[in-house]
Every structure is written in C-alpha cells, then in structure tokens.
C-alpha cells in the first residue's frame, strides 16, 4: 500500500519530508509521496490528492489546513482513503476516513486562560502530547469499521510504549535539528 502524505511548508521553515523519508517510509517505487500546497484552498488540495491518487496512493494524510477539505473529499471520490488532522474530521466523509490525528488545542487554550486568571501563568514553550491527552487518533462509528482488531492493538501499544519512553519522539524545538 501506498500512502500520499500532503503537507504544508510552516513559517519556522520546519520541513518534515526528509526526515520522513530517511525513516524508511516510500512507496514501492521507492520514493516519497509528498506535495507542497497552501494551506488554505480546497480546490488546491483536491487537484493534490487526485495526483497522488493517480500516482497509487491508497492513503492520503492531509496536513494542509483548510487544503485538507478537498484532500478528503477527492480520496472518499476515489474510494480511498483518508486521515484528517487537527480535530476529528471522521465523520465528514464516513467509512472513507481511516482516522484522524487531533489536537486538542481548546483543552491547552482552557488551561492557560485558568492558569492566567489564576495567578499561576507563565510565559514559554510547553509541551503536551500522548501523556497529557492533547494528541490522539479517533476510533468512532464513522471509521470503526476500518480498524481492525490488530490495528487498534498496534496503535494501543505504540501510543502506551511512547507514553512510557520504549519509543522517543523527536523534539524539534530542543535544537531546531531533525535526526539523521
């Protein structure tokens, strides 16, 4: 299976493709699927999936913003699938979205507003991920049927194998620096 990954070129000049693509992940062919698009179009991000789905994508991830909504709409056409980003995007195209990868920004945005009211807030970087809540995949009666029993006890394990450290996660903002 081939997977089309669509991402978006951030204002820090962060650029996850070859990182990605050093991790071993490639299609068949050997190469990454990975196209640069604005944030902002849908129109853009369907003309991006329909290319990575004529090119064998299976799976298209979108991490494209506003783009996504045409990446999602173009792979349920196909009968491909999709991963939505940022929230639960599931049950816009249901059975059609294998997941999706949220954040969960109002919690952090909550708890900063209490810490501030508070008396307790404090000026920086704080990361929040797997341990705290504030990143997941979505399981839910638009895409259950698409997880398998093993797919979800694999998600299991690396989601608790991150949490307890067997997996390190990267983390760019330590020193701006991708593994090599």
């Known amino acids: ?17 070859d990182g990605f693509c050093r ?10 699927l990975f196209d640069r698009c604005s944030i902002r179009t849908a129109t853009r991000g369907a003309e ?26 173009v792979t ?21 979205i294998l997941t999706s990868m949220v954040k969960h920004v109002e919690v952090a945005v909550f708890e900063a507003f209490a810490a501030a009211r508070d008396g307790d807030w404090k000026p920086g970087i704080l990361s929040l991920g797997l341990a705290e809540d504030r ?3 979505t399981l839910d009666d ?9 797919m979800k006890d694999a998600a299991d394990a690396a989601r608790n194998d991150i949490i307890n450290g067997r997996i390190t996660i990267h ?3 330590q020193n701006g620096t991708c593994p090599r």
């Not at 299976?1 to 493709?17: A, P, Y």
């Not at 991790?23 to 990454?32: I, L, Q, T, Y």
């Not at 999709?82 to 195209?93: F, P, V």
């Open 1 to 17: 299976m081939q997977t089309g990954l669509f991402h978006h070129c951030r204002s820090d000049g962060f650029d996850t493709r």
């Open 23 to 32: 991790a071993g992940r490639r299609n068949r062919a050997g190469s990454c």
């Open 48 to 73: 991006l999936a329909a290319t990575q789905i004529g090119l064998g994508a299976d799976v298209v991830l979108q991490l494209a913003g506003g783009t996504g909504i045409g990446i999602l709409q």
């Open 76 to 96: 349920a056409d196909a009968g491909k699938l999709g991963i939505g980003a940022d929230a639960n995007q599931n049950g816009l195209h249901p059975e059609s």
């Open 135 to 137: 990143v997941d995949w």
């Open 142 to 150: 638009f895409n259950r049927d698409l997880i398998t029993p093993a």
């Open 171 to 173: 983390d760019y903002m």
